[in-house]
T-cell receptor
């Protein structure tokens, strides 16, 4: 089955710096790659996603890049702010009779003011 | 549009008991999936239901089961609870069309087994 690896597990940056989280996956048939942000005590919230026919997507301070050949994708957060502190999960979606979303282990991001 | 609603939010059960968790998906969404979240194991896929049928299942023992009703609401049940079942149980729903494979999570049900 699909396997998703996410790095780093913990990331600490200074406010205003950039943060990059990377994920690799194993199933080349996977075609949809969402990112979720989970704040303490809440469920994960979708923040950005990318489909396999696109190499890069940007939404204000957040961007995602996808390299289908190498089977890896990354989340980039620029000009980080304290409210960006949370756990971020990458996910890979494939279809086996129904859509199945497999998550990375998560990255705990700390933004120091 | 209301989001995914899960009940109860918090509960404490004793080993050996059983528990039922409920999930109401976003209006119009027909797919409901369940995940178990623990600090050590991250988000683990339990199962996915669509139109009252289980389409996908994760690697959990048979003590974990679920069902979906005709109005797309879903329940999951855990029987003979073990201490290791303590976790946050998340329900997610997804719709149709191009966004059909985007899942939206509820706030979760925190289960503590003592």
């Amino acid at each position: 089955g699909e396997n998703v690896e996410q790095h780093p597990s913990t990331l600490s940056v200074q406010e205003g710096d950039s943060a990059v989280i990377k994920c690799t996956y194993s199933d080349s048939a996977s075609n949809y790659f969402p990112w979720y942000k989970q704040e303490l005590g809440k469920g994960p919230q979708l923040i950005i996603d990318i489909r396999s026919n696109v190499g890069e997507k940007k939404d204000q301070r957040i961007a995602v890049t996808l390299n289908k050949t190498a089977k890896h994708f990354s989340l980039h957060i620029t000009e980080t702010q304290p409210e960006d502190s949370a756990v971020y999960f990458c996910a890979v979606v494939g279809y086996t009779g129904g859509f199945k979303t497999i998550f990375g282990a998560g990255t705990r991001l700390f933004v120091k003011a | 549009k209301a989001g995914v609603t899960q009940t109860p939010r918090y509960l404490i059960k004793t080993r050996g008991q059983q528990v039922t968790l409920s999930c109401s998906p976003i209006s119009g969404h027909r797919s409901v999936s369940w995940y178990q979240q623990t600090p050590g194991q991250g988000l683990q896929f339990l199962f996915e239901y669509f139109s009252e049928t289980q389409r996908n299942k994760g690697n959990f023992p048979g003590r974990f089961s679920g069902r979906q009703f005709s109005n797309s609401r879903s329940e999951m049940n855990v029987s003979t609870l073990e201490l290791g079942d303590s976790a946050l149980y998340l329900c997610a729903s997804s719709g149709q069309g191009n966004s059909g494979n985007t899942i939206y999570f509820g706030e979760g049900s925190w289960l503590t087994v003592v």
